[in-house]
């Protein structure tokens, strides 16, 4: 292949897809001063997109609309390389376009995949690309629509010279960290590295979803708090501590603050006086429901297939399928009559609240440890060498898992391991900060069962730290009845070349019964 041209010779950037997130990086791209032509399937979207631009006076570069796939192509014949950014939905909608437009593709071409796509995926269209000389790039983004137009959070992923040519137009592009302005983006390793990174980014952050809701429940249900005084709870715990500069602690306070108006928005917002805007919004999460979102739930399955525990993931995910299925959900609520959170006696709020902070803040931590050491894990099994300080580096803006106090703990650390940190509670100031914040996270969670409240992650996270820290866990009897039934073995504690031992079959079996 020839070499990559001098990346000024970039002039224009093509776009597939024009929903909220496309029509966002159009416009972020072009205020940056490239050209970008934009197409989608869908002619709606097309037309949607153009009155958008058409309102927008802030760019400085070309937005061209196309409703004819090959006309949008030929839009960026005139450079010597073409590069394409996807931003569509993940599994054939992407295989889909790329059958339309691979007639117009030639050697040196390079296709960001900015989707939320299986690293499997992205892997098998690599190799598909390959003998023809088009680069596919699975790139993460990170951040959602608003950080699509002011710079979001990217984790590109394959080809390394590939990724390096196109890195001065993402580096323009992307967010940038309040810490030391450096840009939220990195190379992050080949193949399927930057979209199984993103993949994780959204398990880990489902699991901060979730810890979050359980904590503004908490606060409204049991403690009978406003949304306006629990907005300002969130406000502060924003402000200073372990969760200032938390992202969705920020838009958390800011919705909790969110009062209708008398006339509403003719959309999400009814009419009303005095009431707020979540009043309105029902308690299902659809999104696994109807499979426009997948990252969460392959991540919980690739934690369970590289045996990583991931119970603050795992348990966020479970809550939101629960809640998805409403009609269900509410035919099994009357037949159990299970009773509804209840209030707690108000003496003692302020230490209820505190606590409360910490056990987020600890619940957090039990996250962002879950979703690194599966990236370490998968690193080492892939043979990605991927940087979990870059991880960590490229989530200081941009991102919805952006945590100043956990980033400013980990960055430093993991940049400078000399080998991969498979552990991230060895760690010794993440153990400090673990065993710190677990009596708070025990008082939470034994006060929300107290008062028939939901703290599925927050409850599962302070679990994970029972078992991941125990000597000698219940298990020991579950190994015993396994061996009953199944003759699977055992190995015996305090022997040699045993305990700890392998994670293998035990050496040990015993005839429980005769058979």
Not at 91 to 96: C, I, K, M, N
Not at 321 to 337: E, H, I, P, T
């Amino acid at each position: 292949m020839a070499p990559y041209p001098d990346i000024s010779q970039i002039t224009r950037i093509g776009i597939v897809g024009a929903g909220n997130m496309g029509t966002m990086m159009s416009f972020g791209f072009s205020e940056n001063g490239l050209d970008v032509s934009i197409w989608d399937v869908s002619e709606k979207n097309v037309d949607q997109a153009r009155e958008m631009a058409e309102q927008t006076k802030t760019s400085k570069g070309k937005v061209d609309h196309f409703k004819d796939v090959h006309e949008f192509t030929k839009s960026l014949n005139s450079q010597p390389r073409k590069i394409f950014v996807f931003s569509i939905t993940h599994g054939w909608p992407a295989d889909s376009v790329l059958e339309k437009i691979r007639g117009d593709l030639k050697e040196g071409d390079i296709i960001l995949d900015g989707g939320n796509e299986n690293y499997r995926n992205t892997e098998r269209r690599q190799n598909d690309l390959e003998s023809k000389g088009i680069k596919w790039i699975g790139m993460g983004v990170s951040g959602g629509y608003q950080s699509a137009r002011r710079g979001p959070s990217m984790s590109p992923g394959g080809d390394k010279e590939a990724v390096e040519f196109v890195l001065p137009l993402l580096e323009s592009f992307a967010a940038k960290s309040a810490v030391d302005g450096k840009p939220c983006v990195q190379y992050i390793g080949p193949h399927g590295a930057g979209h199984y990174v993103k993949m994780v980014h959204n398990g880990i952050e489902n699991g901060m979803l979730s810890i979050v809701c359980e904590a503004w429940n908490f606060l409204n249900k049991s403690l009978g708090l406003s949304n306006d005084e629990i907005g300002k709870i969130f406000e502060k715990w924003n402000s200073e501590g372990e969760l200032k500069s938390t992202y969705l602690i920020q838009i958390g306070s800011e919705i909790c603050q969110k009062k209708k108006t008398p006339q509403g928005d003719q959309h999400g917002e009814e009419k009303g006086e005095g009431g707020y805007v979540l009043d309105d919004v029902l308690d299902k999460v659809v999104q696994d429901d109807d499979s426009s979102e997948g990252t969460l739930f392959w991540t919980v399955m690739d934690a369970a297939h590289r045996h990583v525990s991931a119970p603050t993931i795992a348990t966020g995910h479970f809550f939101r399928v629960a809640s998805g299925n409403r009609a269900q959900r509410l035919k099994v609520a009357d037949k159990l009559n299970i009773p509804k959170p209840r209030h707690v006696d108000a003496k003692g709020k302020d230490e209820l609240i505190e606590n409360l902070r910490r056990a987020v803040y600890a619940s957090f931590l039990c996250s962002f440890c879950q979703g690194l050491e599966l990236i370490a894990r998968a690193s080492k099994d892939e043979g990605w060498d991927v940087n979990l300080g870059k991880c960590i580096q490229i989530w200081r803006a941009g991102c919805i898992i952006q945590e100043d106090h956990i980033a400013d703990m980990l960055e430093p650390i993991l940049i400078n391991a000399k080998e991969p940190i498979m552990n991230m509670k060895l760690i010794d100031e993440v153990a400090t900060e673990l065993r710190k914040n677990f009596e708070p996270l025990k008082q939470i969670t034994l006060k929300a069962i107290e008062c028939d409240n939901y703290v599925p992650a927050i409850s599962a996270s302070l679990e994970y730290l029972k078992y991941i820290g125990g000597g000698m866990l219940a298990t020991q009897f579950m190994e015993a009845e396994m061996d009953f039934f199944g003759a699977h073995a055992f190995d015996r504690p305090n022997v040699r070349g045993e305990d700890p031992g392998k994670a293998t079959k035990g050496a040990h079996h015993y005839e429980w019964r005769p058979a």
